[in-house]
């Protein structure tokens, strides 16, 4: 008999006789009286989560399985994310649902069914990251020398934020954001991933300054510890953030997916904070050491460039010597000058008396130029008239009778006329006066009809005159004719 079960017998026989509500309450306490708070390892399968918030799925294994459910309320404390697929241990109570005759496991605590479940669910995630590229070297971006602003996502409480902020002061005091998140349970990878994307959106025009480096931080823990680093929200944003960012999750012996996504990993939170700035006493003995250098090295140029200038100056000449010698030189030609033009000047003058004292004079230079052309008049005179006397007597013996001379000259006088004769024959002028023309183009005359072109000016000689004409057409060449307007 089923415990808290009232029995009633019926008049036919000694059957207890039990109603609906009864059976199922019966069965209900029974169920939760002898199990109590129980842990179920399986394998999560027909999950679906309710606009009420509630969740509720199944638990199986190779030979059974069993309803679950999760309130709303206790959903934000599950401690991860249920899919369907993943192997969990569910810590719960076992209870009954009278209304439809079933029996359910009401759970308000989740966790992943040893490392060895976790490990290929996240090497499964890793794996496919890693093909889409959000884990290539070419996305990193490196860390800024000395930020102005760090970024900080993190747990408010702990010892990670203090870490920062320390190591920060020690080194190189810098402001700090914090964007305080979650850093486990169900709500930490939704959190951390709206922490790392709200960052990233900042412009810094605001009143919140943008951060030039971003650490996502968290302290040690056991592996589902460490999970919310392991979603795949979370990678994402951070390989998708546009500020450079450093993860330290854990201690250095842990690793998580996040770490692959970031630009630089860091083994613990306080090694981030070392990454983020340099130590500011050995910035100044760096720059202290370069000053000097540039000092050494610009002391070297000058001396050098002095040394140099100091040679250039000795192989000079001494310029006020130089200037001293030109106007001693320049003095003395100006002395030389002073005297020797007068001294020139004189002895150009005597020796123009000299030679003025052996000219003759110039009415002795006439009277001869006079006597000499006398002369040569007077025998110019006297040659003519021997050569008239010469010519008059040659003259004189040439005299021929008047009727010879007649003879000779119509002799001379036929022959003349027979060569005017032969003139005429051959006279071009005399062929023009028979009808004939002469062509000529540009001065010269026109023997063939194909040099003339349509257009061409030429002249026309006739027997009495000329005429201009100018080539219009050409006549087919049987003719060899030239039309012409005239």
Sequence with gaps: MIEGLATEASPGGNVPEYSVSEISGAIRRTLEGTFGRVRVRGEITEFKRYPSGHLYFSLKDERGKISGVVWRGSASRLGLVPENGLEIIATGKISAYGERSSYQLVVE?????????????????????????????????????????????????????????????????????????????????????????????????????????????????????????????????AAACSIPLISAVGHETDTTLIDFASDRRAPTPTAAAELAVPVRT??????????????????????????RLHRAAAALPDLPGLLGTARMVLDDRGRRLDVALPGFVQGRRVALVAVERHM???????????????????????????????????????????????????????????????????????????????????????????????????????????????????????????????
């Design 109 to 237: 605590r989740m966790e992943y069914a040893g490392e060895g479940a976790l490990l290929a669910r996240i090497e499964r995630l890793r794996l496919k990251l890693a093909e889409e590229g959000v884990f290539d070297g070419e996305r990193k971006r490196p860390l800024p020398l000395l930020p102005r602003v760090i970024g900080v996502v993190t747990s408010p409480q702990g010892a990670v934020l203090h870490d920062i902020c320390t190591t920060l002061s020690r080194r190189f005091p810098r402001p700090v954001l914090v964007w305080p998140v979650a850093v486990q349970g169900e709500g930490a990878p939704a959190q951390i991933t709206a922490a790392i994307n709200g960052f990233s959106a900042l412009d810094g025009q605001g009143k919140v300054p943008r951060p030039d480096v971003l650490i996502v931080a968290r302290g040690g823990g056991s592996l589902e510890d460490l999970m919310a680093f392991n979603d795949e929200a979370v990678v994402r944003a």
């Design 360 to 486: 003759p004079a110039v009415e002795t230079l006439l009277s001869g130029r006079r006597t000499r052309l006398a002369l040569q008049g007077s025998a110019l005179q006297t040659g003519l008239r021997h050569g008239m006397q010469r010519q008059e007597a040659r003259l004189g013996r040439a005299r021929i009778s008047p009727a010879s001379l007649a003879a000779l000259v119509r002799e001379r006088r036929t022959a003349l006329a027979g060569m005017g004769g032969q003139l005429e024959a051959v006279s071009p002028q005399a062929v023009l006066a028979r009808g004939y023309a002469l062509v000529t183009a540009g001065g010269q005359p026109v023997t063939s009809a194909r040099k003339l072109k349509v257009g061409e000016d030429v002249v026309l000689t006739f027997g009495d005159g000329q005429r201009d004409a100018v080539i219009t057409r050409k006549k087919p060449a049987k003719t060899e004719q030239t039309a012409l307007d005239i």
């Design 282 to 307: 050995e910035m100044l003995a760096e720059l202290e050491h370069r000053r000097a250098r540039a000092l050494g090295a610009l002391s070297h140029l000058l001396q050098t460039a002095r040394l």
